[in-house]
């Protein structure tokens, strides 16, 4: 058993997603060896976080104003929202420089199997949001697995309910360049049928 002080990071670290004991024990050991400095600068950057972010009034992405930088700026698209689960995929649709709208972070997904934990979820902000007569389009901008497919199966049927006038899409999926049909799922191949393009 290693010292209290040990113990305690090891058990904090494997709260992370995908970090189980041993691997927290690699990090421990690593910050020890470091020395002081790389732990000073670790515990300034975690109390940094923890003082500094917040949640956006608007969109509930992570940011450090509110409302955040996207939100507040008035050259973008606010008609248009694009629905993530969470911050991470907000960045990753700013990296493809494709989209000019704003988004709303749902802040996880529906899993079908803890229908129960639904309400943690940012819906009824999303809901509030679309009852805005100048919002014009949703896009349910989620994964294409089961528990994406379930949440935006669910978020489709509640915005249609409450605004059959307003538009709801999503992200075209298909086949990727260079693929094989051969190596494709189902879901894939029935998709790329679904959403095919004219020439």
Do not use: W
Not at 138 to 159: F, R, V
């Amino acid at each position: 058993m290693y010292p209290k002080p040990i113990e305690n990071l090891i058990r904090s670290l494997t709260r992370l997603p995908s970090v189980g004991r041993r691997t927290a024990e690699r990090y421990v050991f690593h910050l020890l060896k470091s020395g002081k400095k790389e732990v000073a600068e670790l515990t300034l950057a975690l109390k940094q976080l923890a003082e500094t972010m917040k949640s956006c009034a608007v969109c509930r992405d992570f940011s450090d104003v509110s409302p955040c930088r996207v939100c507040a700026d008035r050259s973008r698209d606010h008609a248009t929202i694009a629905v993530v689960a969470e911050s991470q995929d907000v960045q990753a649709l700013e990296r493809t420089g494709a989209y000019a709208g704003v988004y709303h972070v749902l802040r996880g997904v529906i899993d079908p199997e803890e229908i129960e934990r639904l309400d943690q979820l940012k819906v009824a902000d999303l809901l509030d949001r679309a009852r805005d007569q100048n919002t014009r389009e949703i896009i349910l901008a989620l994964n294409p697995d089961i528990k994406g497919e379930t949440t935006m199966m669910y978020l489709e049927a509640e915005l249609k309910e409450l605004r059959p006038d307003l538009t709801v899409t999503r992200l075209a999926r298909g086949l990727p360049m260079g693929s094989d049909l051969e190596y494709a799922d189902e879901i894939t191949l029935g998709s790329a049928l679904r959403h095919r393009l004219k020439q």
